[in-house]
């Protein structure tokens, strides 16, 4: 009963290489969420859509974005990945906004060589 | 922003043992949960608990949230329960969609 679902698990891209991970759910929820998680380090959110409404974080780079073309999937794009954008990105639901128990993919570890 | 803080950062434990973890939180929360992240990177969520106190099996958690903090107890651990055990809470105040995490505590647990 998999309800968030991210693909790949494993992604290698070359720096500078532009690379995208995509994210559905199953559960209907109108919000979507990406989240980078660098080693040893808590997952950090980039930005979520409630439903097509794109909100980006404040210290998001711009060499990421995101696409929602539907309520069940949602994208994350790397323009130009540098060593730096090495982590594991974790993609979450939640139904309506920020009250609301956040269900979490099993991520995609991004490796950058 | 509102800040979180987790204790242990660390923590040891034979299996059988009981364990408590704390988070405290700097402001009022709108939305706090604990989670648990498997050891190939995974999420799961534990609970949903802004406030008041919640068992699931060998797990429970209390938030008092007059006093900003929530603890969550582990009894007879297993050697599956080792991970990264996280609490995250949204800012009432700020109105934000944003789950603040805590830094974790890392539990082992040995045979």
């Known amino acids: 009963d998999a309800m968030v679902i991210q693909n790949p698990r494993y992604q290698v891209t070359q720096f500078g290489k532009p690379v995208t991970l995509s994210c559905s759910q199953t559960l209907n929820h109108n919000v979507m969420y990406w989240y980078q998680q660098k080693s040893s380090q808590a997952p950090k959110l980039l930005f979520h859509?409630?439903?097509?409404?794109?909100?980006n974080e404040a210290d998001t780079p711009d060499n990421f974005q995101s696409r929602r073309p539907n309520t069940s999937f949602c994208f994350l794009d790397i323009r130009s990945p540098g060593l730096g954008d090495a982590a594991m990105y974790l993609c979450a639901t939640s139904a309506r906004g920020g009250t609301d128990t956040q269900y979490f993919g099993p991520g995609t570890r991004l490796t950058v060589l | 922003g509102i800040q979180v803080e987790q204790s242990p950062p660390d923590l040891i434990l034979q299996e059988g043992a009981n364990s408590t973890l704390r988070c405290n939180f700097s402001?009022?929360?709108?939305?706090l949960q604990w989670f648990h992240q498997n050891p190939w990177g995974q999420l799961i969520n534990l609970f949903y608990?802004?406030?008041g106190t919640k068992q699931n099996g060998r797990l429970s958690a209390t938030t008092v949230a007059t006093e900003r903090y929530s603890l969550l107890y582990i009894s007879s651990s297993q050697t599956t329960d080792s991970g990264v055990y996280f609490c995250a809470v949204g800012d009432s105040g700020a109105g934000s969609y944003q789950l603040t995490f805590g830094k974790g505590t890392k539990l082992s647990v040995i045979p």
């Open positions: 608990i802004p406030s």
């Open positions: 402001d009022s929360v709108n939305n």
């Open positions: 859509y409630y439903d097509k409404d794109f909100n």
